[in-house]
């Protein structure tokens, strides 16, 4: 195995089929890891700090996964969608907050990937979602109502129905997705 400074060097060397390569090997150090992660999550060249979260991404377990929930809060965007896809793949219901929070940007990428980590997540982020579809703008409730649909929690049913009188073809199309999938879309009855 090699040294972790040696791992640690090419993931920030710039060069990004190593750093890819590396961000795979530091799994295999796992605690070890972490430390040197959340140092360069601190650097103040952002293509580091990206490549911390990726690196992060591929580590299992709550540690990494709080240093990517912090990553959420990052100002630089793409630093933020990379937590996001992080979240994605290591889903976190202690990300969900965050997550809602990064559902706001107008980053309308950020967005859609906060909106999957949370899809991901399923059932225990169903109440966020719900919030969100019920007092937030138009873009947040859309990507609300798109998860609210593929999580197919019966407890968004209402909150669905009420999407249903509104304005928005998009909105409507996620809620009738959403009421489909739980049995509820269509009621039949004879003449």
Same mark, same amino acid.
């Not at 990300?95 to 059932?123: F, K």
């Given at each position: 195995m090699e040294d972790l400074a040696e791992v640690i060097a090419e993931l920030i060397c710039g060069d990004e089929e190593r750093a890819e390569r590396a961000a795979v090997a530091l799994s295999r150090y796992e605690e070890q890891a972490l430390e040197a992660l959340r140092s360069l999550l601190a650097s103040?060249?952002?293509e580091t700090r990206w490549w911390a979260v990726r690196a992060l991404a591929e580590i299992p377990g709550k540690p990494a996964r709080r240093l990517l929930i912090q990553a959420l809060q990052e100002a630089n965007n793409s630093v933020r969608q990379c937590a996001a896809l992080g979240l994605y793949h290591q889903p976190d219901?202690?990300?969900s907050e965050a #997550?809602?929070?990064a559902m706001h940007s107008e980053d309308s990428l950020l967005a859609r990937l906060?909106?999957?980590a949370l899809i991901a997540i399923g059932a225990p982020a169903t109440q966020k979602l719900l919030e969100v579809l019920n007092s937030s703008p138009q873009a947040a409730r859309l990507e609300a109502a798109r998860a609210l649909a593929l999580i197919a929690d019966q407890r968004a049913i209402p909150s669905l129905f009420q999407v249903l009188d509104g304005e928005s073809?998009? #909105?409507e199309y996620w809620a009738n997705k959403g009421l489909e999938r739980m049995g509820v879309g269509m009621v039949f009855f004879i003449p």
């Amino acid at each position: 195995m090699e040294d972790l400074a040696e791992v640690i060097a090419e993931l920030i060397c710039g060069d990004e089929e190593r750093a890819e390569r590396a961000a795979v090997a530091l799994s295999r150090y796992e605690e070890q890891a972490l430390e040197a992660l959340r140092s360069l999550l601190a650097s103040p060249d952002s293509e580091t700090r990206w490549w911390a979260v990726r690196a992060l991404a591929e580590i299992p377990g709550k540690p990494a996964r709080r240093l990517l929930i912090q990553a959420l809060q990052e100002a630089n965007n793409s630093v933020r969608q990379c937590a996001a896809l992080g979240l994605y793949h290591q889903p976190d219901p202690e990300a969900s907050e965050a #997550l809602v929070a990064a559902m706001h940007s107008e980053d309308s990428l950020l967005a859609r990937l906060a909106a999957n980590a949370l899809i991901a997540i399923g059932a225990p982020a169903t109440q966020k979602l719900l919030e969100v579809l019920n007092s937030s703008p138009q873009a947040a409730r859309l990507e609300a109502a798109r998860a609210l649909a593929l999580i197919a929690d019966q407890r968004a049913i209402p909150s669905l129905f009420q999407v249903l009188d509104g304005e928005s073809a998009l #909105l409507e199309y996620w809620a009738n997705k959403g009421l489909e999938r739980m049995g509820v879309g269509m009621v039949f009855f004879i003449p």
